[in-house]
T-cell receptor
């Protein structure tokens, strides 16, 4: 299994509260991704990173920001959580410079409930 | 922009029966196609991947998929279902480079004893 951990694994928070989710990898892979999974929608890309301090937006980036100050860590922040951001969040990584044509390896996910 | 359609949000088969999960894609360039599987409360893992080397792709756990350009399809099959195959399956397409991977909405496979 790829060395990917996500923390926390479960979180309950209140509307308007900032939330940060962490993805940590031990594979030294260049690309890292954040997805959200919702019933009936499959997985949708929030943000991705193609190197330290290099990030770009995905399909559903509104209300989310990311940071990557080290190769191994990719943080997803909900600046002011809303109930529509209740979801399961997955981090993924892929190895090198071929981007989205490469296999992605997924972390175990974080279940976030915004009340 | 590329897109994926998975026909059937839920498929139920008997143990030992053929598994067929359907995926159709659209892409403006030769695509990279993936099937991922998700077991309950876990992340996704790769079943198989098409990268134009061969149209019939064999994956893990006895699954295979055939790329048919004329039908823009990449259906997933397994000759004989096992109880352990019960999971959610996602088809995904990428045009490569920095064009993000697009996932289908998923098909939940149930296997009946």
């Amino acid at each position: 299994d790829a060395g990917i951990t996500q923390s926390p694994r479960h979180k309950v928070t209140e509307t308007g509260t900032p939330v940060t989710l962490r993805c940590h990898q031990t594979e030294n892979h260049r690309y890292m991704y954040w997805y959200r999974q919702d019933p009936g929608h499959g997985l949708r890309l929030i943000h991705y990173s193609y190197g330290v301090k290099d990030t770009d937006k995905g399909e559903v980036s509104d209300g989310y920001s990311v940071s990557r100050s080290k190769t191994e860590d990719f943080l997803l922040t909900l600046e002011s959580a809303t109930s529509s951001q209740t979801s399961v969040y997955f981090c993924a990584i892929s190895e090198s410079g071929q981007g989205f044509s490469e296999t992605q390896y997924f972390g175990p996910g974080t279940r976030l409930l915004v009340l | 922009a590329q897109s994926v359609t998975q026909l059937g949000s839920h498929v139920s088969v008997s143990e030992g029966a053929l598994v067929l999960l359907r995926c159709n894609y659209s892409s403006s360039v030769p695509p990279y196609l993936f099937w991922y599987v998700q077991y309950p409360n876990q992340g996704l893992q790769l079943l198989l991947k098409y990268t134009s080397a061969a149209t019939l792709v064999k994956g893990i756990n006895g699954f295979e998929a055939e790329f048919k350009k004329s039908e823009t399809s990449f259906h997933l099959t397994k000759p004989s279902a096992h109880m352990s195959d019960a999971a959610e399956y996602f088809c995904a397409v990428s045009e490569g480079g920095n064009t993000p991977l697009v996932f289908g909405k998923g098909t939940r496979l149930s296997v009946i004893a």
